[in-house]
């Protein structure tokens, strides 16, 4: 498949082979999160954001497997590496928790192995001091890494957001406030306060900021005299810099400022979950970096094909066992593809790329101005479309996927797209024209 000259072509989907796929898949599949008869032909040609479904039709993918794979199908930076790898049994060999594996001098860059991945991690936060990394899965096991770690260092109370999303393991989905049903009936993590996440980019309406004798909704909770949380309690605040699931909602400068006094007055640790926002999604390595907070744990996982916790080595506990994973780091495969995603986004620039693209799509979306859109929003390829309602915002979804594009909802009636960060100026104008003929007929 030519990238260059590629197109959305569909016949009808989902086709007769989709429909059995899906039959089948249903059979034997716990439902979980299941939101396309899009059935992928993993075996047919794909290239960048175009890929091929099990009946022939071209799809453009701009949901990157939920930022997942952040460089699309196909990737040359990423299938040229792994196929350099001369390995006895690359699939076989488990991550660095009981041993690690060598075969090379463990400096050497093009090493395939767990270290070289921590060793990119440690280089990509090192403006914040890290030096330590712990591998695990999952994003929910990096969330879950990352609050034990902050535990263990002390307190046993935590402030999350509202609308937040940081996984469904159980200590992970204590801390999510975006959908009820991912808590309902679980039993949670007890003494988590939950403060408004203020997105709002005119007046503040919703609730952070306040009257009281803070100023803000977490301020007045934390106020000596009339707030009800002990600070030295709080053993974390976890932040989206961008908040992902919860609508794309990207915070109001002055939130950040209110947080960073908060924590500099009552040294708070914060946990910035990256595992959406970050790898070049925003436009920065991190979504943070947008941000002048500095944060004492990230949380990082998708794209990286592994979940990682990276903290300074002061923060993990000392003792052995605390942590552990006998998979983490997942196989030398696995974490080979993270250092060729993070070599990807250094080499060729890809941070700049996703600046860049993403203000093509905001001013042509903008300038397109398609009824019942009420914003378009965007940080880097981070992008995002509020409808006025929820079921308009449903039918452009449907609508797309019928012309060929892909294309997932979050928060409420907000649209998200989610581009591969090497995405170029005609992929963009295709996906601009085809979402607004959708929104169009949606209507
Ligand atoms: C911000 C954030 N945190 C955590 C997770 C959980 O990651 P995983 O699905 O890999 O467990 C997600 C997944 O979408 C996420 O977006």
């Not at 940081?166 to 309902?184: D, E, F, I, V």
């Not at 060729?348 to 903008?366: K, S, V, Y």
């Amino acid at each position: 498949m030519d990238r260059d000259t590629a197109e959305p072509s569909v016949s009808s989907l989902p086709g007769d082979r989709a429909k059995r796929w899906v039959e089948y898949h249903h059979e034997v599949a716990a439902p979980s999160t299941y939101v396309y008869e899009f059935v992928l032909d993993a075996t047919a040609p794909a290239a960048g954001p175009f890929c091929t479904d099990v009946d022939g039709n071209v799809l453009m993918d701009f949901t990157c497997h939920v930022a997942s794979a952040p460089l699309g199908y196909n990737n040359p930076l990423i299938l040229d590496r792994l196929g350099e790898l001369e390995l006895v049994d690359p699939l076989r060999i488990a991550g660095q928790d009981f041993y690690i594996s060598g075969g090379w001098p463990p400096e050497a860059p093009d090493g395939p192995g767990p270290s070289q991945l921590m060793h990119r991690l440690v280089e990509a936060t090192e403006h914040f001091d890290f030096d330590r990394v712990f591998l695990s899965n999952s994003g929910a096991e990096a969330v879950e890494n990352a609050i034990k770690v902050c535990y263990a260092d002390g307190g046993h109370r935590a402030v999350t957001f509202e609308g937040a999303f940081h996984g469904r393991t159980l200590g992970a989905l204590s801390l999510n406030r975006s959908k009820r049903n991912h808590r309902k009936g679980y039993p949670e993590v007890p003494g988590v306060l939950s403060v408004p996440y203020c997105g709002c980019h005119t007046e503040c309406t919703c609730g952070w900021q306040t009257d009281g004798p803070g100023g803000n909704a977490l301020a007045d909770r934390l106020h000596p005299k009339q707030g009800n949380l002990d600070p030295a309690e709080v053993a974390f605040i976890i932040l989206e810099p961008v908040q992902g699931e919860g609508g794309y909602r990207i915070p109001n400068p002055t939130f950040i400022d209110d947080l960073q006094a908060i924590i500099d007055e009552h040294d708070i640790r914060l946990i910035a979950d990256e595992i959406q926002s970050g790898l070049g999604r925003t436009g920065e390595m991190w979504g943070i970096d947008h941000t002048p907070l500095e944060p004492d744990v990230i949380c990082s996982a998708k794209g990286l094909r592994v979940g990682a916790t990276i903290s300074k080595g002061s923060l993990f506990p000392e003792e052995t066992g605390r942590i552990s994973s006998t998979w983490g780091a997942g196989d030398i495969v696995g974490a080979m593809r993270g250092v060729a995603v993070l070599d990807a986004i250094n080499e060729e620039d890809l941070l700049t790329n996703a600046t860049d693209r993403g203000e093509q799509f905001t001013e042509a979306m903008t300038d397109a101005d398609p009824s019942g859109v009420e914003a378009v929003r965007g940080l880097g390829l981070m992008l995002a479309l509020d409808f006025e309602t929820k079921e308009l915002r449903d039918a452009v979804v449907d609508d797309a996927f019928d012309r060929g594009l892909l294309l997932l909802g979050c928060g409420y009636r907000t649209l998200r797209v989610l581009p591969p960060l090497d995405v170029t100026e005609r992929e963009i104008d295709l996906a601009v024209s085809v979402l607004t003929e959708s929104i169009e007929a949606a209507n």
